[in-house]
């Protein structure tokens, strides 16, 4: 077998392989709830396609925010005032790949040599308040569930979800302790 018929396989293979089911959210910021962007930001996730499973208007706290930002190191202080600055709302989204999806739905924080996409390039005020926030992989989605949104987690343990959000928190215990990751999640 040719290399090249080896990758074109492979790509084939990755083409149908089924998409993994995850739970992640999407933060609305201070500065946008405090404008009324929330509803605005809602209706462009469903119009989107992204399930909305819970929703919840709160005010981060610094150890959530520190949590957020830890990966920032002396850079995030500006950015944990904003978020601990006023209200937040959370919406709590599962689907395929939805991490991923996500990520890309809310774009990158506006930069002097790039422009903003995505939901922060429509909303961004600049690049603190840049209105939105959600995990960009499944230990951050996982970590910040577990550490911060304590409510709105023992919410979804009441849910019909109620597996599903189990089986996404054990599995980020299995990354942490480096064991490989298989989704037990098949569409």
Not at 121 to 129: L, S
């Amino acid at each position: 077998m040719k290399e090249s018929e080896l990758i074109q396989g492979q790509a084939e293979i990755k083409e149908k392989a089924p998409e993994e089911l995850e739970f992640s959210f999407m933060l609305v910021k201070p500065n946008a709830t405090k404008v009324g962007l929330v509803g605005v930001i809602r209706q462009e996730l469903i119009e989107a396609g992204f399930d909305i499973v819970e929703e919840q208007q709160l005010r981060i706290s610094r150890y959530a925010a520190e949590v957020f930002y830890s990966s920032l190191g002396e850079k995030k202080e500006p950015v944990i005032e904003h978020i601990t600055s006023g209200d937040s709302h959370v919406f709590m989204i599962f689907g395929p790949n939805v991490i991923k999806k996500l990520r890309e739905f809310q774009g990158h924080t506006a930069w002097k040599d790039r422009p903003a996409k995505g939901l922060r390039g429509k909303y961004a005020f600049d690049h603190i308040q840049n209105s939105v926030h959600c995990p960009d992989s499944h230990k951050e989605a996982a970590v910040e569930l577990e550490e911060v949104f304590t409510d709105l987690k023992d919410k979804m343990l009441k849910s019909q979800l109620a597996d599903e959000i189990v089986e996404f928190l054990s599995d980020t215990e299995a990354i942490e302790k480096g064991e490989r990751y298989l989704s037990t999640y098949a569409i």
